[in-house]
């Protein structure tokens, strides 16, 4: 695997965005034991102090004074705290003043974005990186969250050397990207979960099966509540209101780890 060499972070036109979320997956390439926890329980390793990692809440001090109002989001509808959280901190703004279009349907060069993003905008130096993939297309924002989240192991291309960033993200391809990326920091602070206990899955295990991960998500508390894995449907696309919420579901997680 390559390691993406990481500069300084990218400047952020929003000065709330929380260091310590920027850390623990910066981290996450130098994972140290990890202490197994049961379904929905998030261990810190120093104390063994149990605390829920259910549903995530709001954080204060990282929006700003009024929030804007999408004509196409429902106030109190499902995942609306998470797309106004979205906006506001960076991680997937909406797609003009007025909409946020919670329906559409995310490509994988999104949801790359959006998990470099939420680990802070690391800069990677496009002049000293050789470009692995032949399909990245001209955005540097994109090329860079690819190559970075490739360089943790967490998006792959094909024997083509192609990425794929503008088909379709599927459910499973979101579930596997989000797994790899934060199963390794979370473990970096000695927290993990074991769903094998309490979460069934609905088909034998094969290779290369996102199923694992999905558990994991659902066990951790990132994985919107409509999306268990019983009922998982791996091929289909992922809208931009999904992935909010599970954005939304992780970083809660990992402010709850640091706390």
């Known amino acids: 695997m390559l390691i993406i060499p990481v500069g300084p972070e990218a400047a952020d036109p929003r000065p709330n965005r929380r260091a310590g979320r920027r850390l623990v997956l910066l981290a996450g390439a130098a994972a140290a034991v990890v202490v197994p926890v049961t379904a929905g329980t998030l261990l810190r390793r120093e104390d063994s102090e149990a605390l829920s990692a259910g549903p995530a809440q709001s954080?204060?001090?990282?929006?700003?004074?009024?929030?804007?109002?999408?004509?196409?989001?429902?106030?109190?509808?499902?995942?609306?705290?998470?797309?106004?959280?979205?906006?506001?901190?960076?991680?997937?703004p909406s797609l003009s003043p007025t909409e946020y279009a919670p329906d559409t349907e995310v490509t994988r060069g999104d949801v790359a974005v959006a998990l470099h993003r939420l680990a802070g905008s690391p800069a990677v130096d496009l002049g000293t990186v050789p470009t692995l993939f032949t399909d990245l297309g001209e955005d540097p924002a994109r090329i860079s969250a690819v190559l970075w989240l490739h360089g943790r192991g967490a998006l792959w291309g094909d024997a083509e050397l192609r990425a794929h960033p503008d088909e379709p993200a599927t459910r499973d391809c979101a579930a596997m990207m989000l797994a790899a990326l934060m199963r390794p920091a979370l473990a970096g602070m000695g927290v993990s979960w074991d769903a094998s206990a309490e979460v069934s899955l609905p088909l034998?295990?094969?290779p290369g099966s996102a199923l694992p991960d999905v558990a994991w998500l659902a066990a951790a508390g990132m994985a919107p509540d409509f999306l268990a894995p019983q009922d998982w449907a791996g091929e289909e696309g992922v809208t931009r209101a999904e992935l909010a919420v599970s954005l939304h579901r992780a970083d809660s997680v990992i402010t709850s780890a640091l706390g």
């Open 59 to 92: 954080v204060p001090g990282t929006g700003t004074d009024e929030e804007p109002v999408f004509e196409d989001v429902a106030a109190g509808a499902p995942g609306a705290e998470a797309i106004h959280w979205a906006h506001r901190t960076g991680v997937q």
């Open 204 to 206: 034998p295990e094969e």
